[in-house]
């Protein structure tokens, strides 16, 4: 089973924002996702840190996976045990479930940060790069 870690960083909050992910096999690191993508929220940088993990792991050809985050509001959103409210998030959330849809098997996992390390330094890494808009 693959594994995909995701977390967003912005700062302030509202602020800049950073998204990092990894996405691995067993010991291997098959892809990393640094991100530096301008102004927006903490909460919207958990849920494009988390879309461009899925993506990614889709474009690898991954048919089943486990995701991670230290978000406990994303994980919860996600996985239907917290509603949607912000009608800004919405959208994020509707396309995460698209995404999820793509896999065969699919789970998403709370972690604490401590656990999280990898993704939350590429996040914080991206936050400090060069913000180039799309």
Not at 42 to 59: F, G, Q, W
Not at 68 to 90: A, F, T
Not at 107 to 126: G, T, V, Y
């Amino acid at each position: 089973m693959y594994q995909a870690y995701s977390d967003g960083f912005c700062k302030p909050n509202p602020g800049i924002m950073g998204i990092g992910g990894i996405i691995i096999d067993g010991d291997k690191t098959l892809a990393e996702i640094c991100e530096n993508l301008g102004p927006g929220t903490n909460n919207l940088a958990e849920y494009l840190a988390l879309i461009a993990v899925l993506r990614k792991s889709l474009e690898l050809g991954i048919q089943k996976i486990t995701a991670y985050s230290d978000s406990e509001l994303l994980v919860n959103q996600v996985n239907g045990k917290y509603k949607v409210k912000n009608k800004g998030i919405l959208e994020h959330w509707m396309q995460v479930m698209k995404l999820v849809n793509g896999f065969q098997q699919f789970s998403f996992e709370w972690i604490p940060r401590e656990k999280n390390q990898m993704a939350d330094k590429l996040s914080e890494k991206a936050y400090y790069k060069r913000y180039e808009p799309r």
